[in-house]
């Protein structure tokens, strides 16, 4: 019951959150930027994925469960982005966040390490879903099925990147929505941009990492809130300094690289 109240008292604060966003515009500017941007970064993870797993399809059935995939990116995105008023109204959701978003780091940094690359594509016969679907409803319908657990995986990984950058609502909503309109296009630009600058992926995952960090300070937050680091967690300088520091780790490798080679480009770039 006490649950249901925090959950119904902050989205009763939606009228005031919406004064603070229209109040501080101007600083809330770079926080949707930066949330456009890891949605479109984590979209293209998530796009090579469902790739992956459709490819044992027949070629006339891939765009077709694809299709569904991008549906179902849109409809599970859109109900978390609801839910992202959970995340922040119950604290300890915020720790929990921190740790899987750690995680996904952790599991992409052991992907990279390993000299076997077959291994880093998803194997849809181990999974449970995939198994216990594909004898009763085909391969092609297991294969879909499959397709939106993932989309509803990824949604969960965003909002959780979302919620670390503000606790504001208003914000959240816009940079994530116009996310999900731009994913497609941005993260085809994102590929492409990855392809001469490798380097970025590293500088994705680095900026995970910086975001599961600070949903698990929100221990500290909760436990000590009248600590000065507390109250510094909570301001808007806050916000600026990871808007800021993200912003860094994707634009100053970027713009060495530009000018010194360092991180080295792609090879086949250079030759090119």
């Known amino acids: 019951m006490e649950f249901f109240s925090l959950v119904t008292n902050y989205f009763a604060s939606v009228p005031t959150q919406w004064a603070d966003f ?49 549906f179902g990116a849109y409809f599970f995105r859109g109900v978390c982005l609801i839910l992202a008023g959970f995340l ?22 052991k992907s990279k390490k390993t000299v076997e690359k077959e291994d880093d594509l998803l194997d849809k016969n181990s999974n449970w879903l995939y198994r216990i679907s594909v004898g009763s409803i085909g391969s092609f319908w297991a294969t879909v099925a499959l397709v939106e657990l993932m989309d509803l995986a ?36 994102f590929v492409k941009l990855m392809e001469k600058y490798d380097f970025l992926e590293t ?41 800021g520091l993200t912003l860094a780790i994707f634009f100053v490798p970027l713009f060495t690289s530009l000018l010194f080679n360092f991180p080295r480009r792609q090879i086949k770039e250079i030759e090119s």
């Open 203 to 243: 500088c994705a995952f680095v900026v995970i990492g910086v975001l599961g960090i600070k949903l698990l300070l929100s221990v500290f937050e909760h436990y000590m809130p009248d600590a000065a680091f507390s109250h510094f967690l909570g301001s808007h300088t806050a916000d600026w300094l990871i808007s």
């Open 88 to 109: 922040i109204t119950v604290w300890w959701l915020k720790p929990i966040g921190g740790i899987y978003l750690l995680y996904l780091v952790w599991d992409w940094y």
């Open 154 to 189: 990824f949604s969960i990984d965003n909002v959780f990147a979302a919620v670390a950058y503000t606790p504001n609502i208003i914000a959240i909503w816009i940079g994530v929505f116009i996310g999900i309109l731009a994913m497609r296009f941005v993260a085809q630009a």
């Open 22 to 70: 229209t109040q501080h515009f101007i600083e809330f500017l770079p926080i949707i930027g930066m949330l456009i941007i890891i949605e479109s970064l984590l979209s293209v993870d998530n796009a090579a994925v469902l790739a992956t797993m459709v490819m044992d399809l027949p070629k006339e059935q891939r765009e077709k469960a694809l299709k569904y995939g991008i």
